[in-house]
Structure formats: structure tokens, C-alpha cells
């Protein structure tokens, strides 16, 4: 999927939200930990890619580091919500709170952003975790995205949660969580957040001051969307909510029938102005692959792991595409192709 930094302008930066729409169940659970007092030191929260899961680890940072003693908080607390004027809130938000630390892909030597996440920035992260206190309370980690992690990077993190400092946090956030060692796995208590119903995502996008698209587009884009602000927010840029139609038409379409519709879709995909598109297209390949893995693993079907393999094998591909500016008209028909041939 397209990275969320891509939508800066579009969208506010999790850290800036304070407002949370939908995942009450999730947020439930973490307020009866704090209140059992039996609080995780490590909480992997994953769910499809733009439900929300950044933000919500955010919330959650919020709420512990709003003051010495988040369990008698948590107590008389209905939420996790802390204001956007508490000075907690407002040093997140501007990304200056000396006891929050955000793990993620970073610049490499070339001046673009890596792939994955490299061992000395996971150093980086436990070191800080086993730090005093700026302000005498709990340190918190973020990791977005978690299965970014390289194996050294993820080796480092291990270490860290396997013995964690005390009033030390540590949230993973993860798109697909299978791919972390189950050694991190096992060490994490799983919070998942399910996709956001599309009544709740058209009234973020109509919430966001950027938004100019009108109420049809946005219920279209959010009914194609499969539950992800995100992705409603690629499918309201230029053809996209075409171009999405377009993927699922391919995509359920008969085998024999697949590559002359493959084919117009990359010609169309050639054409001036749908750069931004080609992001919107490979999204729906993987939500629709992960679509069809989790109804095969329901039913014990076998072949979910070859659906599964494809989209880490297609998503691979993409991103060497993405950063060696490699064709990517040929990448998206070898990629319908691998598709059609799996059994149906």
C-alpha cells in the first residue's frame, strides 16, 4: 500500500489526532488492563493497513504518559481520551515529548527512505527504554510499522521486551503481524482493530479540512475502501475510485478472461496523471489476496498459504519497484498473471 506519509497533506499525522471514531471494543480493553492493573509491557496492535492503528497507539501513549499513575487514572476514566490542550497532548502532537519514542523506516545514505526498519535505529529505540525518565514517569515506544522490522532490527527489539524496564511500554503497530518472529509474538499481548464500517470513514473524510470531494465520490470510495480511511483517501485522488472498480473487476473475473482486462487496466494506468493511481491498484490486489487467505484459513483451506505467499511476493516486488524506478506497467501485468494462476 501507498506509505501514509504520501497523504501528509490529506490526512493529520496520528499523533496529532485526538479524536477516536470506532475500536471502542479495543479501547475497552486496554481501560480494564489499567484498571485490573494487569497492563501489558508490550501490546502488538494490529488490523489492515488505515483503520487506525498508529492513532490508536498514540491514545494509548497519551493517556500513560498524562501523568505518574495511568492505573488510578484509568480507575474514574470512561476513555483514553487526554485533550488536545493538555501539555501532554500538545508536546505528542508536535512530536517534542522527551519520553516517546517513534521506531520507524528512516532516511538511508542515498537521501531516500529505507525499506525496512535497520538494527541501529532498534538500538537506538531500547536504549532509549532502558533511559531514566525525562519527567520521572513511564517511557513509551512506538514501532510503525513493526513488520517493517529487518531480522536484526526485530533480534534487537526482543531483547528489550523479553526484559523490560520498569514503566516501560512498548506498542507494535502491525499491518501483518505474521511476518515478526513468533518470539516477538509470544511476548506481546494482540489488540486488533477491526476495519472502521464505511458510515463511520465517510464522516472522518468529511470531517478533514482538506477534503473537496463530493459526498457521492466519498461514499463510493468508501464503500471500496473495505474499511480503511486510508485507502478512501488514495481512492478520492484523481481516477482512483475508478481504478479501483477497474482491480476488482479483474480480479473477479474469470481466469481465461483476466488478460485482455489486465492489459487495459496498465494502458490506462499509462496514461498522464494516474502515477498516484498505481499505489490505489496494488493496495487492491493485497486487501483482495488478504481477503481470500482469511476466508481459506477459516474453511482450513490449504491453499491459503500460496494466497498468502503471493501477497508478500507482489508487495516485495512492489517496493524494489517503487525504489529502483523499475517498470511498473510490467509489474502490475506479471502481477495480475500470478494471481489468475492461482486455483480457484
Known sequence: ????????????????????????RAELEVLEALRARRFAHAWLISGPQGVGKATFAYRIARFVLAGPDPFARAAHASSLRIPAHDPVARRIAAGAHPDLFLLERTLGSTGKLRTEIIVDDARR??????????????????????DELNRNAANALLKIIEEPPGHALALLVAHMPARLPATILSRCRRLRLDP??????????????????????IVEAALLAEGSVTRTLLFLEHRAVEFARMTREVLEAPSKSRSPAALKLANRLGTRGAEVSYDVVFDTIFVWLQERARRQAADLDPRAEAAARLWAEIETRKREADEYNLDKRALLITS?????????
Open 1 to 24: 500500500m501507498a506509505d501514509p506519509k504520501d497523504n501528509a497533506d490529506t490526512i493529520p499525522a496520528p499523533r496529532q489526532v485526538e479524536r477516536l471514531v470506532g475500536h471502542g
Open 125 to 146: 529505540a531500547t536504549a532509549f527504554l532502558q533511559s531514566t525518565s525525562g519527567e520521572g514517569g513511564w517511557k513509551v515506544l512506538i514501532v510503525d510499522a513493526a
Open 196 to 217: 472502521l464500517p464505511s458510515e463511520e470513514i465517510i464522516e472522518i473524510v468529511k470531517s478533514l479540512p482538506a477534503n473537496e470531494a463530493s459526498e457521492k465520490t
Open 336 to 344: 495480475l498473471k500470478d494471481v489468475a494462476e492461482l486455483s480457484p
